[in-house]
Protein backbone atom coordinates (compact mmCIF):
# COMPACT_ATOMS: atom_id res chain seq x y z
CA UNK A 1 0.00 0.00 0.00
CA UNK A 2 2.49 2.23 1.06
CA UNK A 3 4.67 1.44 -2.10
CA UNK A 4 1.48 2.23 -4.13
CA UNK A 5 1.43 5.51 -3.00
CA UNK A 6 4.71 5.99 -3.31
CA UNK A 7 3.99 5.12 -6.79
CA UNK A 8 1.73 7.73 -7.67
CA UNK A 9 3.01 10.50 -6.23
CA UNK A 10 6.04 9.80 -8.31
CA UNK A 11 3.73 9.33 -11.03
CA UNK A 12 2.43 12.99 -10.23
CA UNK A 13 5.57 14.62 -9.79
CA UNK A 14 6.70 13.49 -13.21
CA UNK A 15 3.57 14.18 -14.75
CA UNK A 16 3.94 17.19 -13.54
CA UNK A 17 7.05 17.88 -15.42
CA UNK A 18 5.51 17.17 -18.81
CA UNK A 19 3.16 19.75 -18.49
CA UNK A 20 0.33 17.30 -17.16
CA UNK A 21 -1.86 19.93 -15.02
CA UNK A 22 -5.36 20.16 -13.85
CA UNK A 23 -4.92 24.09 -13.87
CA UNK A 24 -3.21 26.61 -15.51
CA UNK A 25 -0.53 27.27 -13.14
CA UNK A 26 1.90 24.97 -11.87
CA UNK A 27 3.27 23.17 -9.37
CA UNK A 28 5.12 20.37 -7.75
CA UNK A 29 2.04 18.03 -8.35
CA UNK A 30 0.18 18.60 -11.66
CA UNK A 31 -3.10 17.85 -9.32
CA UNK A 32 -4.86 19.20 -6.36
CA UNK A 33 -6.45 22.54 -8.29
CA UNK A 34 -9.42 20.63 -10.16
CA UNK A 35 -8.91 16.92 -9.41
CA UNK A 36 -7.48 14.46 -6.51
CA UNK A 37 -6.65 10.72 -7.18
CA UNK A 38 -9.07 8.77 -4.79
CA UNK A 39 -10.80 5.23 -4.43
CA UNK A 40 -14.14 4.70 -5.36
CA UNK A 41 -15.22 1.16 -3.83
CA UNK A 42 -17.39 -0.19 -6.56
CA UNK A 43 -17.11 2.58 -8.70
CA UNK A 44 -14.06 1.49 -10.49
CA UNK A 45 -11.90 1.71 -7.37
CA UNK A 46 -8.89 4.07 -8.27
CA UNK A 47 -10.32 7.08 -9.90
CA UNK A 48 -10.54 10.82 -10.29
CA UNK A 49 -12.63 12.87 -7.51
CA UNK A 50 -13.12 16.53 -7.74
CA UNK A 51 -11.03 18.57 -5.87
CA UNK A 52 -13.88 21.80 -5.33
CA UNK A 53 -16.59 22.30 -6.57
CA UNK A 54 -16.67 21.78 -10.47
CA UNK A 55 -18.84 23.52 -13.11
CA UNK A 56 -20.44 21.87 -15.81
CA UNK A 57 -18.09 22.18 -19.01
CA UNK A 58 -14.93 23.16 -17.13
CA UNK A 59 -11.45 22.05 -18.55
CA UNK A 60 -10.62 19.76 -15.65
CA UNK A 61 -7.29 18.67 -17.05
CA UNK A 62 -4.90 19.28 -19.60
CA UNK A 63 -2.45 16.36 -21.00
CA UNK A 64 0.01 17.52 -23.43
CA UNK A 65 0.59 15.75 -26.94
CA UNK A 66 4.88 15.42 -25.75
CA UNK A 67 3.39 13.38 -22.59
CA UNK A 68 0.97 10.93 -25.07
CA UNK A 69 2.12 7.37 -25.23
CA UNK A 70 1.92 6.61 -28.97
CA UNK A 71 3.42 4.60 -31.11
CA UNK A 72 5.28 7.12 -32.73
CA UNK A 73 6.48 8.58 -29.33
CA UNK A 74 7.65 5.23 -28.51
CA UNK A 75 9.25 4.20 -31.84
CA UNK A 76 10.92 7.54 -32.05
CA UNK A 77 12.93 6.99 -28.98
CA UNK A 78 14.03 3.51 -29.79
CA UNK A 79 15.42 2.76 -33.35
CA UNK A 80 15.76 -0.85 -32.19
CA UNK A 81 12.21 -1.08 -31.85
CA UNK A 82 11.66 1.04 -34.95
CA UNK A 83 13.58 -1.26 -37.21
CA UNK A 84 12.38 -4.39 -35.96
CA UNK A 85 8.98 -3.21 -36.34
CA UNK A 86 9.51 -1.87 -39.77
CA UNK A 87 10.10 -5.15 -40.91
CA UNK A 88 6.35 -6.46 -39.54
CA UNK A 89 3.72 -4.21 -41.26
CA UNK A 90 1.07 -7.03 -41.42
CA UNK A 91 0.79 -6.05 -37.63
CA UNK A 92 -2.24 -3.89 -37.07
CA UNK A 93 -1.80 -0.73 -35.19
CA UNK A 94 -3.13 -2.63 -32.09
CA UNK A 95 -0.99 -5.15 -32.17
CA UNK A 96 2.25 -2.92 -32.86
CA UNK A 97 1.10 -0.87 -29.84
CA UNK A 98 0.81 -3.82 -27.48
CA UNK A 99 4.34 -5.12 -28.75
CA UNK A 100 5.64 -1.50 -28.01
CA UNK A 101 4.21 -1.44 -24.32
CA UNK A 102 5.72 -5.22 -23.43
CA UNK A 103 9.04 -4.19 -24.74
CA UNK A 104 8.99 -0.75 -23.07
CA UNK A 105 7.96 -2.84 -19.80
CA UNK A 106 11.26 -4.92 -20.38
CA UNK A 107 13.25 -1.66 -20.11
CA UNK A 108 12.06 -1.31 -16.06
CA UNK A 109 13.60 1.53 -14.45
CA UNK A 110 15.69 3.15 -17.74
CA UNK A 111 12.20 3.44 -19.80
CA UNK A 112 11.39 7.07 -20.06
CA UNK A 113 7.48 5.99 -19.16
CA UNK A 114 8.79 3.94 -16.16
CA UNK A 115 6.79 6.24 -13.23
CA UNK A 116 3.59 5.71 -15.66
CA UNK A 117 3.98 2.43 -16.50
CA UNK A 118 4.24 1.68 -12.73
CA UNK A 119 1.36 2.82 -12.00
CA UNK A 120 -0.42 0.04 -14.40
CA UNK A 121 -3.05 -2.60 -13.17
CA UNK A 122 -1.14 -5.86 -12.25
CA UNK A 123 -3.96 -7.79 -14.06
CA UNK A 124 -7.14 -6.76 -15.85
CA UNK A 125 -10.96 -8.86 -15.86
CA UNK A 126 -11.85 -8.52 -19.53
CA UNK A 127 -13.22 -11.52 -21.16
CA UNK A 128 -10.52 -12.56 -22.83
CA UNK A 129 -8.58 -13.73 -19.73
CA UNK A 130 -11.88 -15.80 -18.68
CA UNK A 131 -11.38 -19.27 -17.91
CA UNK A 132 -13.56 -22.19 -19.04
CA UNK A 133 -14.91 -21.69 -15.79
CA UNK A 134 -15.96 -18.54 -16.16
CA UNK A 135 -16.96 -18.23 -19.82
CA UNK A 136 -19.57 -20.99 -19.03
CA UNK A 137 -20.45 -19.32 -15.81
CA UNK A 138 -22.00 -16.29 -18.84
CA UNK A 139 -24.43 -19.20 -19.49
CA UNK A 140 -25.60 -17.33 -22.73
CA UNK A 141 -24.42 -18.54 -26.24
CA UNK A 142 -23.77 -14.74 -27.21
CA UNK A 143 -21.53 -14.08 -24.42
CA UNK A 144 -20.29 -17.35 -24.64
CA UNK A 145 -19.28 -17.04 -28.31
CA UNK A 146 -18.26 -13.62 -27.35
CA UNK A 147 -15.50 -14.69 -25.12
CA UNK A 148 -14.65 -17.51 -27.31
CA UNK A 149 -14.01 -15.26 -30.07
CA UNK A 150 -11.80 -12.65 -28.08
CA UNK A 151 -10.04 -15.40 -26.56
CA UNK A 152 -9.24 -17.01 -29.84
CA UNK A 153 -8.48 -13.50 -31.47
CA UNK A 154 -6.21 -12.54 -28.62
CA UNK A 155 -3.99 -16.15 -28.98
CA UNK A 156 -3.91 -15.53 -32.80
CA UNK A 157 -2.69 -11.84 -32.49
CA UNK A 158 -0.15 -12.83 -29.50
CA UNK A 159 1.42 -15.88 -32.14
CA UNK A 160 1.53 -13.36 -35.75
CA UNK A 161 3.52 -10.68 -32.92
CA UNK A 162 5.68 -13.44 -31.03
CA UNK A 163 8.59 -13.24 -33.88
CA UNK A 164 8.81 -9.41 -33.91
CA UNK A 165 9.18 -10.28 -29.52
CA UNK A 166 11.60 -12.90 -30.10
CA UNK A 167 13.79 -10.47 -32.87
CA UNK A 168 13.14 -7.52 -29.92
CA UNK A 169 14.95 -10.52 -27.33
CA UNK A 170 12.35 -9.39 -24.88
CA UNK A 171 12.56 -10.97 -21.34
CA UNK A 172 10.86 -14.83 -21.67
CA UNK A 173 8.02 -13.38 -18.98
CA UNK A 174 7.15 -10.74 -21.61
CA UNK A 175 6.87 -13.39 -24.22
CA UNK A 176 3.95 -15.58 -22.83
CA UNK A 177 0.80 -15.40 -23.71
CA UNK A 178 0.02 -14.04 -20.09
CA UNK A 179 2.08 -11.14 -21.03
CA UNK A 180 0.14 -10.32 -23.96
CA UNK A 181 -3.18 -10.27 -22.08
CA UNK A 182 -2.06 -8.01 -19.77
CA UNK A 183 -0.26 -5.60 -22.52
CA UNK A 184 -3.48 -5.96 -25.11
CA UNK A 185 -5.93 -5.73 -22.16
CA UNK A 186 -3.86 -2.29 -21.22
CA UNK A 187 -4.52 -1.34 -24.63
CA UNK A 188 -7.89 -2.26 -24.73
CA UNK A 189 -9.20 -0.43 -21.63
CA UNK A 190 -7.00 2.87 -21.25
CA UNK A 191 -6.02 4.05 -24.78
CA UNK A 192 -7.88 7.25 -25.81
CA UNK A 193 -8.86 8.33 -29.04
CA UNK A 194 -6.37 10.37 -31.35
CA UNK A 195 -6.76 11.76 -34.76
CA UNK A 196 -3.63 10.73 -36.27
CA UNK A 197 -3.39 7.08 -35.10
CA UNK A 198 -5.71 4.15 -35.12
CA UNK A 199 -4.01 2.26 -31.84
CA UNK A 200 -4.95 5.78 -30.23
CA UNK A 201 -2.45 6.54 -27.14
CA UNK A 202 -2.06 6.12 -23.43
CA UNK A 203 -2.99 9.20 -22.12
CA UNK A 204 -0.55 9.37 -18.07
CA UNK A 205 -2.92 10.54 -15.60
CA UNK A 206 -6.14 11.13 -18.17
CA UNK A 207 -6.26 7.68 -18.11
CA UNK A 208 -7.03 7.59 -14.26
CA UNK A 209 -11.18 8.59 -14.99
CA UNK A 210 -13.69 5.88 -14.24
CA UNK A 211 -16.39 5.45 -17.13
CA UNK A 212 -19.98 6.95 -16.81
CA UNK A 213 -22.20 5.99 -19.54
CA UNK A 214 -23.53 8.59 -22.17
CA UNK A 215 -27.20 8.79 -21.46
CA UNK A 216 -26.77 8.75 -17.96
CA UNK A 217 -27.30 12.51 -17.83
CA UNK A 218 -30.85 13.16 -17.84
CA UNK A 219 -30.95 15.49 -20.79
CA UNK A 220 -30.41 12.62 -23.38
CA UNK A 221 -32.56 9.75 -22.69
CA UNK A 222 -34.96 11.73 -20.32
CA UNK A 223 -37.41 12.36 -23.21
CA UNK A 224 -36.76 8.54 -24.41
CA UNK A 225 -37.27 7.27 -20.83
CA UNK A 226 -40.30 8.84 -19.85
CA UNK A 227 -42.05 8.73 -22.77
CA UNK A 228 -41.62 4.59 -22.47
CA UNK A 229 -43.32 4.90 -19.45
CA UNK A 230 -46.16 6.80 -20.84
CA UNK A 231 -46.23 4.51 -23.57
CA UNK A 232 -47.30 1.46 -21.09
CA UNK A 233 -50.67 3.17 -20.60
CA UNK A 234 -51.58 4.78 -23.38
CA UNK A 235 -54.78 4.95 -25.93
CA UNK A 236 -53.83 3.70 -29.55
CA UNK A 237 -54.68 6.79 -31.22
CA UNK A 238 -51.72 9.09 -29.94
CA UNK A 239 -49.01 6.35 -30.50
CA UNK A 240 -47.75 7.92 -33.55
CA UNK A 241 -46.40 10.94 -32.06
CA UNK A 242 -44.86 9.56 -29.31
CA UNK A 243 -43.06 7.50 -31.16
CA UNK A 244 -40.78 9.69 -33.09
CA UNK A 245 -39.58 11.01 -29.38
CA UNK A 246 -38.79 7.01 -29.20
CA UNK A 247 -37.34 6.88 -32.71
CA UNK A 248 -35.22 10.00 -31.66
CA UNK A 249 -34.15 7.99 -28.52
CA UNK A 250 -32.98 5.00 -30.62
CA UNK A 251 -30.75 7.26 -32.92
CA UNK A 252 -29.35 8.77 -30.16
CA UNK A 253 -27.50 5.67 -28.98
CA UNK A 254 -25.66 6.69 -32.42
CA UNK A 255 -25.02 10.12 -31.66
CA UNK A 256 -24.33 9.49 -28.87
CA UNK A 257 -20.86 7.92 -29.41
CA UNK A 258 -19.47 10.63 -30.82
CA UNK A 259 -20.27 13.00 -27.65
CA UNK A 260 -17.05 13.10 -25.90
CA UNK A 261 -15.71 14.97 -22.64
CA UNK A 262 -12.27 14.37 -23.57
CA UNK A 263 -10.87 14.84 -27.18
CA UNK A 264 -7.29 15.74 -28.31
CA UNK A 265 -7.48 19.70 -29.52
CA UNK A 266 -4.97 19.89 -32.07
CA UNK A 267 -5.00 24.02 -31.91
CA UNK A 268 -3.80 23.14 -27.92
CA UNK A 269 -2.05 20.62 -28.63
CA UNK A 270 -3.37 18.44 -25.67
CA UNK A 271 -5.85 16.08 -24.37
CA UNK A 272 -8.48 17.76 -22.86
CA UNK A 273 -11.25 17.14 -20.71
CA UNK A 274 -13.93 19.09 -19.42
CA UNK A 275 -16.15 18.48 -16.63
CA UNK A 276 -19.58 16.67 -17.92
CA UNK A 277 -21.56 17.82 -15.58
CA UNK A 278 -21.40 19.80 -12.46
CA UNK A 279 -19.50 17.84 -9.45
CA UNK A 280 -19.45 18.73 -5.93
CA UNK A 281 -15.96 18.77 -3.99
CA UNK A 282 -15.44 15.03 -3.65
CA UNK A 283 -17.97 13.46 -5.81
CA UNK A 284 -16.07 11.08 -8.72
CA UNK A 285 -15.35 12.65 -12.08
CA UNK A 286 -16.53 10.56 -14.80
CA UNK A 287 -15.87 10.14 -18.38
CA UNK A 288 -17.72 8.25 -21.12
CA UNK A 289 -15.11 6.22 -23.07
CA UNK A 290 -18.29 5.61 -25.48
CA UNK A 291 -21.43 3.93 -25.61
CA UNK A 292 -21.42 0.29 -24.99
CA UNK A 293 -23.81 -2.65 -24.07
CA UNK A 294 -22.14 -4.51 -20.72
CA UNK A 295 -20.90 -7.18 -22.99
CA UNK A 296 -18.84 -4.83 -24.55
CA UNK A 297 -17.54 -3.45 -21.40
CA UNK A 298 -16.69 -6.65 -19.85
CA UNK A 299 -14.64 -7.48 -23.31
CA UNK A 300 -12.74 -4.38 -23.38
CA UNK A 301 -12.71 -2.90 -20.27
CA UNK A 302 -13.66 -6.07 -17.85
CA UNK A 303 -16.70 -4.41 -15.55
CA UNK A 304 -19.90 -4.42 -16.22
CA UNK A 305 -22.70 -1.25 -14.93
CA UNK A 306 -25.46 -2.48 -12.99
CA UNK A 307 -27.87 0.36 -14.36
CA UNK A 308 -26.59 0.50 -17.72
CA UNK A 309 -28.72 2.94 -20.29
CA UNK A 310 -27.02 1.25 -23.30
CA UNK A 311 -27.56 -2.00 -22.51
CA UNK A 312 -29.66 -4.24 -24.80
CA UNK A 313 -30.57 -8.12 -25.14
CA UNK A 314 -30.96 -9.47 -28.63
CA UNK A 315 -33.55 -12.60 -28.51
CA UNK A 316 -32.95 -14.90 -30.72
CA UNK A 317 -35.75 -14.89 -33.69
CA UNK A 318 -37.63 -16.86 -36.41
CA UNK A 319 -35.92 -16.45 -39.79
CA UNK A 320 -39.42 -15.30 -41.53
CA UNK A 321 -39.57 -11.99 -39.04
CA UNK A 322 -36.25 -10.97 -40.38
CA UNK A 323 -37.45 -11.63 -43.56
CA UNK A 324 -40.98 -9.94 -43.42
CA UNK A 325 -38.90 -6.31 -42.44
CA UNK A 326 -35.88 -4.53 -44.07
CA UNK A 327 -35.27 -3.51 -40.13
CA UNK A 328 -31.60 -4.13 -40.17
CA UNK A 329 -30.80 -7.31 -37.50
CA UNK A 330 -28.77 -4.81 -35.04
CA UNK A 331 -31.46 -2.96 -34.53
CA UNK A 332 -34.69 -5.51 -33.69
CA UNK A 333 -33.82 -6.03 -29.52
CA UNK A 334 -35.10 -5.06 -26.11
CA UNK A 335 -33.86 -2.13 -23.84
CA UNK A 336 -32.12 -1.95 -20.84
CA UNK A 337 -35.69 -0.48 -19.47
CA UNK A 338 -37.47 -3.95 -20.87
CA UNK A 339 -39.17 -2.28 -23.66
CA UNK A 340 -38.83 -3.84 -27.29
CA UNK A 341 -36.98 -1.26 -29.60
CA UNK A 342 -38.73 0.53 -32.23
CA UNK A 343 -37.72 -1.55 -34.96
CA UNK A 344 -38.78 -4.87 -33.16
CA UNK A 345 -42.05 -3.65 -32.16
CA UNK A 346 -42.41 -2.32 -35.89
CA UNK A 347 -40.79 -6.08 -37.09
CA UNK A 348 -43.44 -7.61 -35.09
CA UNK A 349 -45.90 -5.99 -36.11
CA UNK A 350 -46.04 -6.63 -39.60
CA UNK A 351 -45.15 -10.66 -38.94
CA UNK A 352 -48.15 -10.78 -36.94
CA UNK A 353 -50.13 -9.62 -39.96
CA UNK A 354 -51.34 -11.98 -43.08
CA UNK A 355 -48.50 -12.29 -45.89
CA UNK A 356 -51.15 -10.49 -48.55
CA UNK A 357 -51.86 -7.60 -46.02
CA UNK A 358 -48.16 -6.19 -45.27
CA UNK A 359 -48.09 -4.24 -48.13
CA UNK A 360 -50.79 -1.89 -47.25
CA UNK A 361 -49.94 -1.22 -43.91
CA UNK A 362 -45.87 -1.72 -44.26
CA UNK A 363 -46.25 2.55 -43.92
CA UNK A 364 -47.80 2.19 -40.69
CA UNK A 365 -45.69 -0.40 -38.89
CA UNK A 366 -42.25 1.37 -40.15
CA UNK A 367 -43.76 4.53 -38.85
CA UNK A 368 -44.43 2.94 -35.52
CA UNK A 369 -47.71 2.40 -35.67
CA UNK A 370 -49.83 0.17 -33.51
CA UNK A 371 -52.04 -1.48 -36.52
CA UNK A 372 -54.83 -3.29 -34.55
CA UNK A 373 -55.44 -3.98 -30.52
CA UNK A 374 -55.73 -7.66 -31.92
CA UNK A 375 -52.30 -7.13 -33.48
CA UNK A 376 -50.60 -5.34 -30.52
CA UNK A 377 -52.19 -8.05 -28.15
CA UNK A 378 -50.64 -10.99 -30.56
CA UNK A 379 -46.93 -9.37 -30.18
CA UNK A 380 -46.91 -8.58 -26.77
CA UNK A 381 -48.19 -12.08 -25.73
CA UNK A 382 -45.59 -13.16 -28.01
CA UNK A 383 -42.74 -11.14 -26.81
CA UNK A 384 -43.46 -12.59 -23.11
CA UNK A 385 -43.42 -15.91 -23.77
CA UNK A 386 -40.48 -16.03 -26.00
CA UNK A 387 -38.54 -13.95 -23.04
CA UNK A 388 -40.39 -17.01 -20.56
CA UNK A 389 -39.08 -19.35 -22.51
CA UNK A 390 -35.36 -18.11 -23.14
CA UNK A 391 -35.39 -17.55 -18.83
CA UNK A 392 -36.65 -21.21 -18.61
CA UNK A 393 -34.18 -22.42 -21.47
CA UNK A 394 -31.21 -21.39 -18.86
CA UNK A 395 -29.31 -22.96 -16.17
CA UNK A 396 -30.46 -20.87 -13.08
CA UNK A 397 -33.09 -17.92 -12.61
CA UNK A 398 -32.74 -14.50 -12.14
CA UNK A 399 -33.54 -15.23 -8.16
CA UNK A 400 -31.34 -18.27 -7.73
CA UNK A 401 -28.81 -15.59 -9.98
CA UNK A 402 -29.30 -12.89 -7.24
CA UNK A 403 -28.57 -15.48 -4.01
CA UNK A 404 -25.43 -17.13 -5.63
CA UNK A 405 -23.94 -13.57 -5.76
CA UNK A 406 -24.44 -13.00 -1.72
CA UNK A 407 -22.56 -16.30 -1.55
CA UNK A 408 -19.71 -15.38 -4.18
CA UNK A 409 -18.89 -12.60 -1.91
CA UNK A 410 -18.74 -15.09 1.57
CA UNK A 411 -16.24 -17.03 -0.30
CA UNK A 412 -13.27 -15.97 1.55
CA UNK A 413 -11.12 -19.68 1.73
CA UNK A 414 -11.30 -22.48 -0.02
CA UNK A 415 -11.40 -25.06 2.83
CA UNK A 416 -14.56 -23.55 4.92
CA UNK A 417 -17.41 -25.24 5.01
CA UNK A 418 -19.46 -23.89 2.41
CA UNK A 419 -22.95 -21.69 3.45
CA UNK A 420 -25.30 -23.28 1.05
CA UNK A 421 -28.42 -22.81 2.63
CA UNK A 422 -29.48 -19.99 1.29
CA UNK A 423 -28.61 -21.38 -2.66
CA UNK A 424 -30.36 -23.63 -5.15
CA UNK A 425 -28.78 -27.01 -5.47
CA UNK A 426 -27.73 -25.57 -9.06
CA UNK A 427 -25.82 -22.88 -7.54
CA UNK A 428 -24.48 -25.19 -4.67
CA UNK A 429 -23.34 -27.01 -7.70
CA UNK A 430 -21.65 -24.31 -9.39
CA UNK A 431 -20.02 -23.37 -6.04
CA UNK A 432 -18.13 -26.54 -5.57
CA UNK A 433 -17.58 -26.42 -9.18
CA UNK A 434 -15.29 -23.15 -8.80
CA UNK A 435 -13.55 -24.43 -6.04
CA UNK A 436 -12.32 -27.83 -7.98
CA UNK A 437 -11.52 -25.23 -10.84
CA UNK A 438 -9.42 -23.36 -8.57
CA UNK A 439 -7.60 -26.18 -7.19
CA UNK A 440 -7.21 -27.99 -10.79
CA UNK A 441 -5.62 -24.57 -11.57
CA UNK A 442 -2.80 -25.16 -8.76
CA UNK A 443 -4.14 -22.87 -6.38
CA UNK A 444 -4.24 -24.79 -2.55
CA UNK A 445 -5.32 -21.31 -0.99
CA UNK A 446 -4.70 -20.49 2.63
CA UNK A 447 -6.35 -21.65 5.27
CA UNK A 448 -7.56 -18.17 6.52
CA UNK A 449 -8.02 -16.20 3.26
CA UNK A 450 -8.06 -16.26 -0.49
CA UNK A 451 -4.76 -15.89 -1.86
CA UNK A 452 -4.60 -12.98 -4.15
CA UNK A 453 -4.81 -15.44 -7.36
CA UNK A 454 -8.32 -17.07 -5.84
CA UNK A 455 -9.62 -13.72 -5.68
CA UNK A 456 -9.26 -12.68 -9.32
CA UNK A 457 -10.78 -15.98 -10.03
CA UNK A 458 -13.89 -14.90 -7.98
CA UNK A 459 -13.98 -11.58 -9.35
CA UNK A 460 -13.79 -12.84 -13.08
CA UNK A 461 -16.86 -15.42 -12.24
CA UNK A 462 -18.41 -12.82 -10.25
CA UNK A 463 -18.14 -10.76 -13.13
CA UNK A 464 -20.36 -13.44 -15.37
CA UNK A 465 -22.88 -14.35 -12.72
CA UNK A 466 -23.18 -10.24 -12.75
CA UNK A 467 -23.88 -10.31 -16.57
CA UNK A 468 -26.30 -13.09 -16.77
CA UNK A 469 -27.91 -11.50 -14.10
CA UNK A 470 -28.54 -8.17 -15.86
CA UNK A 471 -29.47 -9.62 -18.53
CA UNK A 472 -32.23 -11.69 -16.96
CA UNK A 473 -33.39 -8.76 -15.55
CA UNK A 474 -33.45 -7.28 -18.73
CA UNK A 475 -36.06 -10.17 -20.11
CA UNK A 476 -37.72 -10.27 -16.67
CA UNK A 477 -38.75 -6.39 -16.61
CA UNK A 478 -39.65 -6.99 -20.40
CA UNK A 479 -42.40 -9.79 -19.50
CA UNK A 480 -43.93 -7.11 -16.58
CA UNK A 481 -43.72 -4.42 -19.08
CA UNK A 482 -45.79 -6.86 -21.63
CA UNK A 483 -47.81 -8.19 -18.70
CA UNK A 484 -48.43 -4.71 -17.45
CA UNK A 485 -49.62 -3.47 -21.26
CA UNK A 486 -51.81 -6.76 -21.82
CA UNK A 487 -53.43 -5.95 -18.65
CA UNK A 488 -54.28 -2.67 -19.72
CA UNK A 489 -55.69 -3.31 -23.01
CA UNK A 490 -57.56 -6.62 -21.50
CA UNK A 491 -59.55 -4.07 -19.50
CA UNK A 492 -60.65 -2.70 -23.07
CA UNK A 493 -61.51 -5.05 -25.11
CA UNK A 494 -61.87 -8.99 -25.22
CA UNK A 495 -58.58 -11.09 -25.52
CA UNK A 496 -58.42 -13.01 -28.66
CA UNK A 497 -56.84 -16.55 -28.52
CA UNK A 498 -53.39 -16.33 -28.94
CA UNK A 499 -52.10 -17.61 -32.32
CA UNK A 500 -49.59 -20.63 -32.47
CA UNK A 501 -45.82 -19.72 -32.52
C1 LIG B 1 -9.09 4.01 -17.93
S1 LIG B 1 -9.09 2.99 -16.56
C2 LIG B 1 -9.73 3.98 -15.27
C3 LIG B 1 -8.84 4.02 -14.05
C4 LIG B 1 -8.68 2.74 -13.30
N1 LIG B 1 -9.70 2.60 -12.29
C5 LIG B 1 -7.30 2.65 -12.67
O1 LIG B 1 -7.22 2.41 -11.45
O2 LIG B 1 -6.33 2.77 -13.35
C6 LIG B 1 -10.41 1.93 -16.97
C7 LIG B 1 -10.63 0.78 -16.02
O3 LIG B 1 -11.18 1.25 -14.79
C8 LIG B 1 -12.20 0.37 -14.32
N2 LIG B 1 -13.47 1.11 -14.37
C9 LIG B 1 -13.71 2.28 -14.99
N3 LIG B 1 -14.96 2.71 -14.77
C10 LIG B 1 -15.55 1.79 -14.01
C11 LIG B 1 -16.86 1.66 -13.45
N4 LIG B 1 -17.79 2.58 -13.64
N5 LIG B 1 -17.12 0.56 -12.70
C12 LIG B 1 -16.17 -0.39 -12.50
N6 LIG B 1 -14.93 -0.32 -13.00
C13 LIG B 1 -14.61 0.75 -13.75
C14 LIG B 1 -12.20 -0.82 -15.27
O4 LIG B 1 -11.33 -1.79 -14.75
C15 LIG B 1 -11.62 -0.23 -16.54
O5 LIG B 1 -10.99 -1.18 -17.35
Avoid at 277 to 300: D, F, I, M, P
Avoid at 408 to 427: F, G, R, Y
Wanted: hydrophobic fraction near 40%; include cysteine.
Amino acid sequence: MEQEEANLQRLLKWAAEFGISDSTSCGHSCLGHSLVVSCFPGAGGRGLGAARDLEKGELVLKVPKSALITRESLLLKDDKLSLALSTHCSLSPTQTLTVCLLYEMGKGRTSWWHPYLMNLPHSYDNIATFGEFEKQALQVDDAIWAAEKAILKAEFEWKEANVVMEQLMLKPQLLTFRAWLWASATVSSRTMHIPWDGAGCLCPVGDLFNYSAPGEEPSDFECMNHRTQELVFQDISTVNEETSCMLDGEQLDSHSQRLTDGRFETDVGAYCFYAKKSYRKGEQVLLSYGTYTNLELLEHYGFILNENPNDKVFVPLEPEIYSSCSWPKESLYIHQSGKPSFALLSALRLWATPANQRRSVGHLAYSGRQLSIENEIFIMRWISKKCNSILKNLPTSFEEDSMLLSAIDKIQNLHAPLELADVSATSADEICAFKANVVKNGERGSETLVSRKTMRSRERWRLAVEWRLSYKKILVDCIFLCDEILRCMSSNTSFPKLKKM
